[in-house]
C-alpha cells in the first residue's frame, strides 16, 4: 500500500470523494475541519482543516480541497497502542477540542494529535474512538468457531432422555420429587441451549449478509466494466440475464450507509457524495438519464432501514455541483426532475429521434412516447421528455388528439414562404411527400 511522505497508508477515494471501505468496515463518526499534528518528529507533514471519519477498522483523513483526494490517508486502529486520557482544565477551555494517540510506525513510534477545530459532536466521538480501539473488529473475522462444536456437545448431553430406570450413561434414574427437579432442569437447560443456537445462527446469518454484500459490489463493478467493454454482437439471452443479475444485486444494499448518526453536520455533504457513486450504475442501465423517484425508490431499498426523505435526497442532489460530480441533477420544463450524467448529450439524443421521425410509416402516422422509449431504451416517461423538448428545439410538431400526443416531424423550415405550393425534390419535405403519397 503506497503510503503519503513516508507516515501513513494512503486511502483509496471514489470520484465523488467518499472513502473505498474495506471488507466488514463500517462508518462511525465524523469530524469536519480537522487537523493532525505531532511534535515527535520534524518532517511530520502538514495535514489541515481536513475531514476525518471514524471507522471500526481506520482513523481516514481526507483533505478538504477535492482535487486533492491523493493526499487522503489511513490510519488503522491496529497501529494505535495507546490512546491518552483527554485532560481536564481550564487552558482546554479556551482550546480546540483534541485528543492525542501513539501509533506504531515502521518499527518507531510516534504520538499524533487530532485537533477538532470545526463544528461537530467531538463528545460522541471520544467514547466511540475508544471502543472502536478496544473492540479490535479487524480480528473477528479471524475468529474461528471451533469452540461452538464442543459446547453444543457438552450441551447435548444434559438434555438427553431415554426411558427405563437407568439414564443413558448408566445411573440411576432419580424418581419422586428429586426426579421432577432434575426434569425441569433438563427443560430449562434445553432451552438456554435453543436460545443459544438461536443466537449463533443469527450472528453467523449478520456476517454471511456482509459477505454477500461485498460480493454484489464486486459483481456489481464487474458487470459495469463488463457493459463499458462489451460488443453489439452479444445477444439478447445474455444481455437480459445481464440486466436480471443487476436488478438483484441492486437490492442487495450498501455496506455502509451515511446516516444522521454518523454524519452529524455533514449529513447531507456526506450523503451527497455516497448518492453520487451509487446513482452510476442505475444511469448506465437507463442510458445516462433516470427519473428522481425511480432512485429515490432505488437508493432507499439500497439503505435497508436507514431510510431517507425525499427533502434529503433534494438537498443531497443540489449539493453535487460544489464538489463537482459526475452527475448532476435536471429540471425539464414540465417540472420533472431527473438525475443525468454530465456526459450525457441531448444532441445524440435529438439525432436520433430525428433518424426514427424520419421514417416512412412515422411520416405517416407520427410516432408517440412509447415509440421513442423503445427506440432510446429508457422509460416512456422519459421519451415523452425528450420529445416534449425536441419540440422547443423547432426539431418535431405535436398533434393532440383523444389517443394522446403524437409528434412529427417539423416541415415548416423546409417551406418556402415566397412559393407555398413549390414541392422540394430533396430533403426532409421531399420525403414527408413520397411518403404521403404512398397512402
Known sequence: MATVNNFFPSASITSSGRPVLLPNEVECQLLSAVDLESDDDPNFPSFKSGLLILTTHRLLWLPSNSTTHSNAIAIPLSLITHIFSPKKSIKA????????FQVSLNSKSLVVTVVARGKGDWDGFLPKFFENWRGR?????????????????????????????????????????AGILRKEQEMWESTDKSLQEAFQDLNALMSKAKEMVMLAEKMRQKLLSGSNSQTSAANDEEMGSKEEMQDWLLSVGIISPVTKE?????????????????????????????NLIDIYCLFNRARGTELISPEDLLQACTLWEKFDAPVMLRKFDSGVMVIQNKSHSDEEVFARIKTLVTQPDALQGGITASDAAMTLGIAPAMAKEHLLTAESRGILCRDISPDGFRFYINLFPEINSDDMHMVKDHGIYSLWARAVSAL
Not at 157 to 165: I, L, M, P, Y
Request: charged share 15%.
Open 262 to 290: 454518523s454524519a452529524g453536520a455533514l449529513y447531507h455533504q456526506q450523503l451527497s457524495r455516497q448518492l453520487a457513486d451509487f446513482v452510476r450504475i442505475p444511469l448506465v442501465r437507463a442510458g445516462g438519464m433516470i
Open 93 to 100: 477551555i479556551f482550546h480546540s477540542p483534541r485528543v492525542r
Open 137 to 177: 473488529a479487524w480480528e473477528t473475522d479471524t475468529v474461528g468457531s471451533s469452540t461452538d462444536g464442543s459446547v453444543a456437545t457438552a450441551v447435548s448431553g444434559a438434555s438427553s432422555n431415554s426411558g427405563g430406570f437407568y439414564s443413558s450413561d448408566g445411573s440411576v434414574r432419580l424418581v419422586g420429587v
